[in-house]
């Protein structure tokens, strides 16, 4: 790559780091992306700023000749965009050359789900005739029960719960607040956790979290991940799994058994419908496995 390039990707990703403070990672696949167009542009005697519009098409043609998908094309356009929305704005080009380029569909990806079987045996997995094991099944229980984010879980305080109700108070995304439902069995688990297993682990200790570790804090996401996954592999779960999982079955299993898509919305506490309509999509594939499996002629 020439000093030339390698000059303006710095400088655009020097910028991009001060007025918009894009992550690291961002920061690194828009950095990818650049010089693996200027390396191809090197090859046809061209830099970054001499680009037109067929250039882009070739170079996004050669990528997808190479093995990519239209996820990475997409992305590839949008760094492209991005850099030379920048050069234009610095009077470094006279016209955008994506300007015409067309974003290659991306499809939404349908989140991983659990069957309502696989869900029995992950909740009945952890080993309750201990304190920790407890308060796993409390958790695991809860996060079924609700949908809620595995990040409103581990931060869930005392003082958002409310036993004698039924529900728990959530600030979610935009610090847009809900009331969730919990429902009585996975209620029942977290009023006896809360009674015997929490102040066991606590002992004499103090902490506003409700499901705490024996360090006397709140438990972290990743820390909750692992648990899930290793109760997974307790109940013989080969599926593959995500932090969310349990809140994707849990939006699933509503509108399999007919709750209304914008109830499920409000509870996952999405502020755009389309978000959850996702999971209408999972739905019907279930219905449609179902029919070709039980119907004569399915």
């Known amino acids: 790559m020439t000093l030339n390039n390698r000059a303006e990707i710095d400088r655009f990703l020097d910028s991009l780091w001060a007025e918009q403070g894009v992550s690291e990672n961002t920061l690194a696949a828009y950095g990818s992306d650049l ?8 090859g046809r005697e061209s830099s970054l700023l001499e680009v037109t519009a067929p250039d882009v098409s070739e170079f996004l043609s050669y990528r ?7 996820r990475s094309s997409a992305r590839i356009v949008s760094t492209l965009r991005h850099f030379y929305g920048y050069q234009l704005r610095e009077n470094k080009i006279a016209c955008d050359p994506t300007a015409l ?3 290659p569909y991306v499809g939404r990806k349908l989140p991983g789900s ?16 201990n304190p920790l094991g407890f308060r796993d099944r409390a958790m695991l229980e809860m996060l079924y029960a609700t949908g ?34 919990v429902g009585e069995e996975a209620m029942s688990w977290l009023a006896a956790y809360n ?29 909750f991940w692992h648990i899930i996954k290793r109760h997974a592999k307790q109940a013989g779960i080969v599926k593959a799994l995500s932090p969310h999982t349990l809140r994707h079955a849990f939006a699933t299993h509503l509108l399999n058994h007919g709750a209304d898509l914008r109830v499920v919305q409000l509870l996952l506490g999405h502020s755009d419908l389309s ?15 179902l029919h070709s499996k039980y119907h004569p002629r399915g």
């Open 35 to 42: 010089k693996i167009f200027a390396k191809w542009l090197q």
């Open 64 to 70: 997808y000749d190479q093995g990519i998908g239209n």
């Open 275 to 289: 978000t959850t309509q996702i999971y209408t999509h999972i739905a019907r594939e279930r219905l449609k496995d």
């Open 195 to 223: 009674e015997g297993a929490r102040k066991n682990i606590l002992g004499q200790r103090q902490c506003p979290h409700v499901f705490v570790t024996q360090r006397a804090a709140g438990m972290t996401r990743q820390a």
């Open 148 to 181: 809620l984010r595995v990040s409103e879980l581990v931060d869930l305080r005392l003082e958002q719960v409310s036993f004698r109700q039924g529900v728990v108070r959530i600030t979610g995304k935009g610090n847009k607040e809900r009331l969730v439902p």
């Open 114 to 129: 659990l069957t309502e079987s696989d869900v029995e045996l992950l909740l009945a997995a952890p080993e309750t005739t």
């Open 101 to 103: 380029i067309e974003m």
